[in-house]
């Protein structure tokens, strides 16, 4: 994904969701990390997105959204690598490749949304952004609905 189709996902986003925009595949573990700790990024790969950062219940993250550039490898290798990570810093616990937790732990977990490639998939161009946001809205929607922002659900779901 490029910073220009990133800059209309972001805004197509808002107002319902408060984006941090990761850019580089290669630091994106590192840049979740950070935000889901609730710091500011030193060197982020992007300046799109809010900027907003906390421990607070406000700005405690919901999700991590993967553009449709990600594959499932990277996002499961980024995935492992940020809970570990988190589960590392709490003090204990274990999880699996898809994020759900092995052992007990009080490292708040979320979902990690990404991109169904077996749906058909727009052309790439500006209606690529918009449909693409049309349907990681209808997956937050849902996980909303289903209760899954609440700290206790990890795991990957396709939108």
């Given at each position: 994904?490029?910073?220009?189709?990133?800059?209309?996902?972001?805004?197509?986003l808002?107002?319902?969701?408060?984006?941090?925009?990761?850019?580089?595949a290669?630091?994106?573990?590192?840049?979740i990390?950070?935000?889901?700790r609730?710091?500011?990024?030193?060197?982020?790969?992007?300046?799109?997105g809010?900027?907003l950062?906390g421990?607070?219940e406000?700005?405690?993250p919901?999700?991590?959204l993967?553009?449709g550039a990600?594959?499932?490898g990277?996002?499961?290798?980024?995935?492992?690598?940020?809970w570990?990570?988190?589960?590392?810093s709490?003090?204990?616990g274990?999880v699996?490749?898809a994020?759900?937790?092995?052992?007990?732990?009080?490292?708040?977990?979320?979902?990690?949304l990404?991109?169904?490639?077996?749906?058909?998939m727009?052309?790439?161009g500006?209606?690529?952004g918009k449909?693409?946001?049309?349907?990681?809205?209808a997956?937050?929607?849902?996980?909303?609905?289903?209760?899954?922002?609440?700290?206790?659900?990890?795991?990957?779901?396709?939108y």
């Amino acid at each position: 994904m490029t910073e220009q189709i990133g800059a209309g996902v972001v805004q197509s986003l808002k107002p319902e969701y408060d984006v941090h925009f990761i850019l580089d595949a290669e630091n994106a573990s590192r840049e979740i990390l950070s935000v889901l700790r609730g710091e500011a990024l030193p060197t982020p790969s992007s300046h799109l997105g809010s900027r907003l950062y906390g421990t607070g219940e406000a700005l405690r993250p919901r999700a991590v959204l993967f553009g449709g550039a990600y594959e499932d490898g990277v996002i499961e290798m980024v995935g492992e690598e940020v809970w570990r990570q988190l589960l590392q810093s709490s003090g204990g616990g274990s999880v699996d490749r898809a994020g759900r937790c092995c052992k007990p732990t009080t490292v708040t977990k979320i979902p990690l949304l990404k991109a169904n490639q077996t749906a058909t998939m727009p052309p790439l161009g500006p209606e690529y952004g918009k449909k693409m946001v049309q349907r990681a809205k209808a997956c937050l929607r849902r996980l909303e609905e289903e209760g899954k922002f609440d700290g206790t659900h990890g795991g990957v779901y396709l939108y």
